[in-house]
């Protein structure tokens, strides 16, 4: 086999670009990476699950409630372009390692917690984790990934539901078990032992970024990580002068996403990933609470259903990895966003005295739309949308919106529920995806169909954005 010596960042690249056969290294890539996907949604699916049972204990009001649910992406919403300065900065791996710490120590005061101030608090170390994690990973991911099939990245959302639904039966277990309204402080507790595994694993298994470390000038690491991954004898060659390490990432650089090429990809990543972030924490992370109100006043009941929708946002998950390979990520996700506006509208006019049957199949179908285009597409977008040395900043951005999103929902959708209704509620939340469409369908760009981009933004900025960027 012949030997394939790297000496710039177009290099790494273009060696990834050619989409050679991995080993088994690559696979701890994958598992250990969306691992990272798996905790968080489990994370947050932990205080949903039990948040019935929490407000009854502390006795919380519907403003306490709206802050505690969405003190997690505030904090999120704020950190993650420092998130993704600090991935370009350090490297993509040792934030992914930090959000597990971070999340252990949160989980630990969380589930301990006497009061609500000190629950708050560990909710709001929730969204530190959740920023240096969900804001690098998805980069980190694309980095492993040709042009052509960037559409895999959309696996994540599969992953997530999985997630949710382990969280949502392990709750209905625990709760059998005798534990009553305290089955709260056990899902969060729980949460913390898988963020401690997975931080440990990640430790010793993952590898870091060849295309982060290309861009750092370390040529002769990140020959070393493409012969583990690839098992292709790659040596590094003198370092040409055209890609000496760039100046530090900052701040400033949120600019460059703002500027052709990249502007109008920055606008379909950052408005759909809010749209998805609105849609679901308002809809999909409150199921549980819906089901009480569709299914009756017994937490099993109402737990085991939104486990049942789950699985719907399990298949859509999954599909929309092959759905998007077929026809694009942004077409996937205008599709989804389309319909699921439509299921939400049928939800809340028919709401009250709704049939059981339907009931059922009208959150169950929104939950599989949702999965299957307008939750995965804008991240999955922004992940692909930049050269190295601006993806870990442009995902932030990206995730800060997705963030801002599920402020939004978690925190206006109890106060609306409570002065309006449910039937009402949901059908004014129709409005998130109709604009998810509208913006998809204006906003004309599919990473697949692109040439892959320069390693280098300063080459990209002067190159014309092909038809529809």
Same mark, same amino acid.
């Given at each position: 086999?012949?030997?394939?010596?790297?000496?710039?960042?177009?290099?790494?690249?273009?060696?990834?670009?050619?989409?050679?056969?991995?080993?088994?290294?690559?696979?701890?890539?994958?598992?250990?990476?969306?691992?990272?996907?798996?905790?968080?949604?489990?994370?947050?699916?932990?205080?949903?699950?039990?948040?019935?049972?929490?407000?009854?204990?502390?006795?919380?009001?519907?403003?306490?409630?709206?802050?505690?649910?969405?003190?997690?992406?505030?904090?999120?919403?704020?950190?993650?372009?420092?998130?993704?300065?600090?991935?370009?900065?350090? &490297?993509?791996?040792?934030?992914?390692?930090?959000?597990? =710490?971070?999340?252990?120590?949160?989980?630990?005061?969380?589930?301990?917690?006497?009061?609500?101030?000190?629950?708050?608090?560990?909710?709001?170390?929730?969204?530190?984790?959740?920023?240096?994690?969900?804001?690098?990973?998805?980069?980190?991911?694309?980095?492993?990934?040709?042009?052509?099939?960037?559409?895999?990245?959309?696996?994540?959302?599969?992953?997530?539901?999985?997630?949710?639904?382990?969280?949502?039966?392990?709750?209905?277990?625990?709760?059998?078990?005798?534990?009553?309204?305290?089955?709260?402080?056990?899902?969060?507790?729980?949460?913390?032992?898988?963020?401690?595994?997975?931080?440990?694993?990640?430790?010793?298994?993952?590898?870091?970024?060849?295309?982060?470390?290309?861009?750092?000038?370390?040529?002769?690491?990140?020959?070393?990580?493409?012969?583990?991954?690839?098992?292709?004898?790659?040596?590094?060659?003198?370092?040409?002068?055209?890609?000496?390490?760039?100046?530090?990432?900052?701040?400033?650089?949120?600019?460059?996403?703002?500027?052709?090429?990249?502007?109008?990809?920055? =606008?379909?990543?950052? =408005?759909?990933?809010?749209?998805?972030?609105?849609?679901?924490?308002?809809?999909?992370?409150?199921?549980?609470?819906?089901?009480?109100?569709?299914?009756?006043?017994?937490?099993?009941?109402?737990?085991?259903?939104?486990?049942?929708?789950?699985?719907?946002?399990?298949?859509?998950?999954?599909?929309?990895?092959?759905?998007?390979?077929?026809?694009?990520?942004?077409?996937?996700?205008?599709?989804?966003?389309?319909?699921?506006?439509?299921?939400?509208?049928?939800?809340?006019?028919?709401?009250?005295?709704?049939?059981?049957?339907?009931?059922?199949?009208?959150?169950?179908?929104?939950?599989?739309?949702?999965?299957?285009?307008?939750?995965?597409?804008?991240?999955?977008?922004?992940?692909?949308?930049?050269?190295?040395?601006?993806?870990?900043?442009?995902?932030?951005?990206?995730?800060?919106?997705?963030?801002?999103?599920?402020?939004?929902?978690?925190?206006?959708?109890?106060?609306?529920?409570?002065?309006?209704?449910? &039937?009402?509620?949901?059908?004014?939340?129709?409005?998130?995806?109709?604009?998810?469409?509208?913006?998809?369908?204006?906003?004309?760009?599919?990473?697949?169909?692109?040439?892959?981009?320069?390693?280098?933004?300063?080459?990209?900025?002067?190159?014309?954005?092909?038809?529809?960027?």
């Amino acid at each position: 086999m012949a030997t394939v010596t790297i000496a710039s960042e177009q290099d790494v690249a273009d060696f990834i670009e050619a989409d050679r056969p991995t080993g088994s290294r690559m696979r701890w890539v994958w598992v250990l990476g969306l691992g990272g996907v798996f905790f968080e949604a489990y994370a947050n699916a932990a205080l949903s699950a039990g948040l019935a049972p929490l407000t009854e204990e502390l006795g919380l009001s519907a403003g306490e409630v709206s802050l505690l649910a969405s003190s997690s992406m505030l904090v999120a919403l704020v950190l993650g372009p420092v998130a993704g300065l600090l991935a370009d900065r350090l &490297g993509r791996v040792p934030m992914l390692v930090a959000a597990k =710490v971070i999340a252990l120590l949160s989980a630990v005061i969380s589930a301990s917690s006497s009061d609500y101030a000190l629950l708050l608090f560990g909710r709001g170390l929730a969204g530190v984790a959740w920023a240096f994690d969900f804001a690098v990973v998805m980069a980190y991911l694309a980095e492993f990934l040709p042009t052509r099939k960037q559409s895999k990245l959309n696996r994540w959302q599969g992953i997530w539901y999985v997630a949710t639904t382990c969280n949502l039966l392990l709750t209905v277990a625990i709760y059998q078990a005798g534990v009553g309204q305290s089955i709260w402080r056990w899902s969060l507790g729980s949460a913390g032992l898988i963020a401690a595994v997975l931080g440990v694993l990640q430790v010793f298994l993952l590898s870091e970024s060849p295309r982060w470390l290309a861009s750092r000038g370390r040529f002769d690491k990140a020959a070393r990580t493409l012969r583990g991954l690839y098992g292709v004898e790659v040596i590094a060659g003198p370092a040409r002068a055209a890609t000496a390490p760039r100046r530090e990432s900052s701040i400033g650089d949120i600019a460059q996403l703002l500027r052709p090429p990249y502007r109008r990809r920055t =606008v379909l990543a950052v =408005v759909t990933f809010y749209c998805q972030g609105l849609e679901y924490f308002a809809i999909g992370w409150y199921l549980p609470v819906i089901s009480l109100q569709l299914f009756g006043e017994d937490f099993t009941a109402a737990a085991l259903g939104s486990a049942l929708f789950n699985v719907f946002g399990i298949v859509g998950g999954f599909a929309s990895g092959v759905l998007a390979q077929r026809f694009t990520i942004r077409r996937t996700m205008l599709v989804g966003f389309a319909l699921a506006g439509l299921v939400l509208l049928l939800l809340g006019g028919m709401f009250e005295g709704i049939p059981l049957w339907l009931a059922f199949t009208l959150p169950a179908l929104f939950l599989l739309l949702h999965s299957g285009g307008p939750a995965p597409g804008g991240m999955s977008l922004a992940a692909a949308a930049y050269p190295s040395n601006l993806r870990a900043l442009g995902s932030g951005i990206t995730n800060m919106a997705g963030s801002t999103g599920g402020v939004t929902g978690s925190f206006v959708f109890p106060l609306v529920l409570d002065a309006l209704g449910a &039937g009402p509620t949901i059908m004014v939340m129709a409005v998130i995806p109709l604009t998810g469409f509208l913006t998809s369908l204006l906003i004309r760009w599919d990473p697949e169909r692109e040439p892959h981009l320069p390693s280098d933004a300063r080459t990209a900025d002067s190159i014309s954005p092909a038809p529809g960027t």
